[in-house]
Structure formats: structure tokens, C-alpha cells
């Protein structure tokens, strides 16, 4: 009998120690994902990572979505893409007061870890906190604040964990997008986005470019294939923001349309007063859609934005638009030329709307009604003139 308990204590001890050399780290890592707010910078979720240290009694926040507002060419930056976003550290405390503050919800999902790994992650972090590790030159789509974390997660976990598509899976970037734009009504937003996006948005994504959105990363942890990746999901804060959606009607394409009816109507009335009111519509549209037009090609080869390159909305934004705006009365015989061809150019473009290599803004039909419709008028005039 005292043989057997002495055995007892002796195994009893054994699962003891072995437990406790399973994981001396004391460390708890989890994913940290924040629902969407109503201003366009926080349309699309955040991500961070939650380290608790219990050996050195702290908490913190690691976050790689922090940028320097201050920067004295950070528009500059912004603009060409050249715009580096930095890893910041701060108290979970803190970060969960300023996401309540927003009314935004934090999901937490802690990583099921071993020792090694957890330790391996907090190495990783740290020295990315580093002066000279700590700046990344952001991109929206592939290196942002989701993708990082993603990739830090997967690098240090083994096996590397096999993440599904949480999206159908002809879903393109664009569609992604527009998802989280429609959802929160975000239709002048929209436009411009799909103004500025060229053809690689409208990419089939592939299961691992879906996680560049923070709610697709949370879902792809949770249904991770190869192994249990969650060990536990814990809502720290539920979303309780006040929406701020407009129920206006002025929406790009309510605008847009009123527009063209108003060109339209005008074009027909032959009169001194409205012929100078449509003369200065047509200087005006030919130059905004011509500087558009200069604009898209500066976001194409000027920049180092990916996906602000091959952007076919320089098929009816035509640069040359702006110079014809200054040529609109002249009589030479290279302008009518030109609004002959302006006239047939942009109505091919809406015969091949559908089949056109870029998805276009549907918003941008009654402006391109509009340029058609005001060049058939010039060309009329240009021959009554002879």
C-alpha cells in the first residue's frame, strides 16, 4: 500500500512537471480584429496583435497599421505610393478605449500556441520594433496592417497553418471592396476608388489574397483546415457606433443623370443666352474629363501604386480633352475631326461596356452620354458655320 501511494505521488509529480515544461512561457498571443466605422480610412475593419506577458505583468497591443500624420510630405507620399506605415506598440487598455470610443466592436481570437511559437512571435514583433525594421512601404491590397499579421502568424506557426477561402471563389478585389462601400452607403467614395483602381482590381482572389480584409482574416483563422488555429473567441467589445449614412439621393449616379437630362434639353433650345450657357458646360466638361484623364496617367506610370496601373477609364477620360477645351470655338478643320472622332470613340466604348477588360463605374455613363451628346452639337455647329 505505501509502495503504491508513494507511486502515486511519484506520477502524480511526473504530470506536474511535465505540464509545466509543456509551456513555461506564460505567454497568451491572440488576433485582435476591429469591426468597420463610418469614416472611409476605417471602412474596412483593423487587425492587431495581443501579446500578455505574465512573467514581465504587461499587456500590449502590437499594430502595424500606424502612419506619421505629421510628415511634412505626407501627401506627397501618399499620392506616389511611397507612404511607409510602422509597427507601434501600446496597452491593450488603451487600444480598446479608443476603439470603444469609435463604437467599434474587438473580436478576440486566441491562438492555439505552443511555447516555442508564442516565443517566436514576440521575438518577431520585438525586433520589428526596431528603428531600422520598424517602417514598411504599405500597400492596401498586399502589405497592410491584416496581411502582416497574417504573414508573422504563419511564418512562426508549424505547420503552417492552411487558411480557406471565406469569399466565393471568383470573388475579385474590387467586388471586395465594393461589399464594405455598399454596406455603408459610401457612393461618392465608391466612385472615386473606382475612378483611381485600374484593371488589376478587377484580380479573381486568390484563398490567401482574401485575407488582405481583416474580417476575412478573423473567419480564415477560425476555419483553418490543417489544425486548430483558435483556441478560444471572445467578444471584448461588441460595435455599438451610430451610423452616419447618407439617405440623401444625391448619389454619383442621381447627379450624374440630372446632368446629362439637363445637357440634353439645353442642346435642342436655340438660343443666344443658352448657347453660351451650353459653351461654357462644354469647356468645363472637356476640361475636367481631360485633366481626369492626365490624372489616371500620372497614377499609371508616376506612382508606385500596383493598382492604379492599367486603368481604362482613360477610354472616355481622354487627356487630350483638355486641350480641345481651349479649341472649342475655333474654326480650324482638326476640331470638328476631333469631336467626330470623340463622338465615335466614346460610343464604341458603351457598345463594349460589358466586355471592356476593367469594371467600370456605371455612374460614369451619363457623363459619357453627356460628351457625345455636346460633341454631335459642336460638329453641327462647325457645319452650319461653313
Not at 240 to 264: G, M, R, V
Not at 322 to 340: D, E
Request: include cysteine.
Amino acid at each position: 500500500m505505501k509502495n503504491f501511494i508513494q507511486f502515486f505521488i511519484l506520477l502524480a509529480f511526473t504530470f506536474v512537471l511535465k505540464a509545466s515544461a509543456q509551456d513555461s512561457s506564460r505567454l497568451r498571443i491572440s488576433l485582435l480584429t476591429c469591426t468597420p466605422g463610418n469614416e472611409l480610412y476605417s471602412i474596412f475593419g483593423h487587425s492587431a496583435i495581443r501579446i500578455i506577458d505574465s512573467n514581465n505583468v504587461n499587456d500590449l497591443v502590437f499594430n502595424y497599421g500606424t502612419f506619421n500624420f505629421n510628415d511634412e510630405e505626407f501627401y506627397i507620399k501618399f499620392i506616389k505610393g511611397k507612404l511607409n506605415y510602422f509597427v507601434s506598440v501600446q496597452q491593450t487598455e488603451d487600444f480598446i478605449y479608443s476603439y470603444t470610443a469609435e463604437g467599434r466592436g474587438i473580436t478576440e481570437q486566441i491562438l492555439n500556441l505552443s511555447e516555442q511559437e508564442k516565443n517566436e512571435i514576440k521575438y518577431a514583433l520585438i525586433e520589428n520594433l526596431k528603428e531600422e525594421n520598424k517602417y514598411y512601404q504599405y500597400d492596401f491590397f498586399y502589405d497592410n496592417c491584416t496581411t502582416r499579421l497574417r504573414d508573422i502568424i504563419s511564418k512562426n506557426k508549424q505547420p503552417n497553418p492552411i487558411l480557406p477561402y471565406v469569399m466565393p471563389e471568383k470573388t475579385r478585389f474590387r467586388q471586395a471592396i465594393h461589399m464594405y462601400l455598399n454596406k455603408s452607403e459610401q457612393h461618392w467614395s465608391k466612385l472615386g476608388i473606382d475612378l483611381l483602381l485600374g484593371a488589376k482590381t478587377d484580380k479573381i482572389m486568390s484563398a490567401e489574397e482574401q485575407e488582405f480584409l481583416p474580417e476575412n482574416l478573423m473567419s480564415a483563422i477560425d476555419l483553418c483546415t490543417n489544425q486548430k488555429l483558435v483556441s478560444e473567441k471572445v467578444q471584448l467589445t461588441p460595435p455599438n457606433f451610430i451610423s452616419q449614412i447618407s439617405k440623401y439621393l444625391c448619389t454619383p449616379n442621381f447627379c450624374f443623370w440630372i446632368f446629362f437630362t439637363i445637357i440634353f434639353f439645353l442642346s435642342f433650345v436655340k438660343n443666344k443666352f443658352v448657347i453660351k450657357i451650353t459653351s461654357s458646360l462644354d469647356f468645363m466638361l472637356l476640361f475636367f474629363t481631360g485633366a481626369l484623364g492626365i490624372l489616371f496617367i500620372f497614377m499609371w506610370f508616376g506612382t508606385d501604386h500596383i493598382m492604379t496601373k492599367n486603368n481604362y477609364n482613360i477610354l472616355w477620360a481622354l487627356p487630350t480633352n483638355l486641350m480641345a477645351a481651349f479649341f472649342i470655338r475655333s474654326k480650324q478643320h482638326f476640331v470638328r475631326y476631333y469631336f467626330v472622332f470623340l463622338t465615335c470613340f466614346l460610343s464604341l466604348v458603351l457598345i463594349c461596356w460589358n466586355f471592356l477588360p476593367q469594371q467600370l463605374n456605371v455612374s460614369l455613363i451619363p457623363i459619357m452620354l453627356s460628351l457625345i451628346v455636346r460633341s454631335y452639337c459642336i460638329i453641327s455647329q462647325k457645319l452650319n458655320l461653313k
